[in-house]
């Protein structure tokens, strides 16, 4: 079998530790606006865009007078975290592999521009990434494709060409609409169960187990 021509990673949770950091910010921001919204449910709901995930967690119907408080102690909190942002293990090492097998390397990434700028710091592996995209470059967030397409234009690469690594069933579900091969990792907290029968097409702990078993994965041959 061919190997994709291209392997595109969400960034948040998937090659960044930040899953948890997001739960438990917006955390601090529901609570700022007077909800009171367990984190077990927030974290079930990161990998959304904020605009999605207000929406999941406190129904289309609300007074959405609050939201802008919300989304800015989110948004303050998670902040300053930016400069402590740390890899997951494995995570610089499988996108310079995956560059040296001649693959292009897209971070389909969905996070705000200084976000982003601040995994690609903890990442240190520009020289290898080859498409970058963040949240002005979509309209919808996932579980819309938008983000993945726009990704797919940039690189030049059409859906059957790329495989895509995340972290969560919102990543999955995006992919499907797309027709493009998701591979999973439970480094988000979303376990290999869920991920799978959300139609994950393969499943690893992290990174660095997917570089382990890079040569069998469908990063290899889709």
Known sequence: MTAPAGVFFDVDGTLVDTTYLHAVTWWEGFRAGDYDVPVAQIHRAV???????????????RDRSRDEVIRAVHG??????????????????LLRAVHERGQRVAL?????????????????????????????????????????????DQAGLAADQVVYVGDSIWDVAACARLGV???????????RGELAG???????????????HLDESPLTAA
Do not use: W
Request: hydrophobic content about 40%.
């Open 198 to 212: 959300a139609g994950a097409v393969a499943v690893y702990e992290d990174p660095a187990d997917l570089l382990a």
């Open 108 to 152: 389909a990434s969905s996070a705000t521009p200084e976000e982003l700028a601040a995994m690609r710091k903890a990442l240190d592996v520009d020289d290898v990434v080859d498409v970058a995209t963040s949240s002005g470059d979509a309209e919808r967030s996932k579980p819309d494709p938008d983000i993945i397409q726009a990704a797919l």
């Open 47 to 61: 990998g959304m865009g904020s605009d999605r995930l207000l929406d999941h967690l406190l129904g289309a119907e």
């Open 76 to 93: 303050e909190r998670y902040g300053a975290f930016l400069d402590q942002l740390r890899p997951l293990p494995g995570a610089a090492n």
């Open 181 to 191: 091969p998701c591979v999973a990792l439970t480094c988000g907290g979303t376990s």
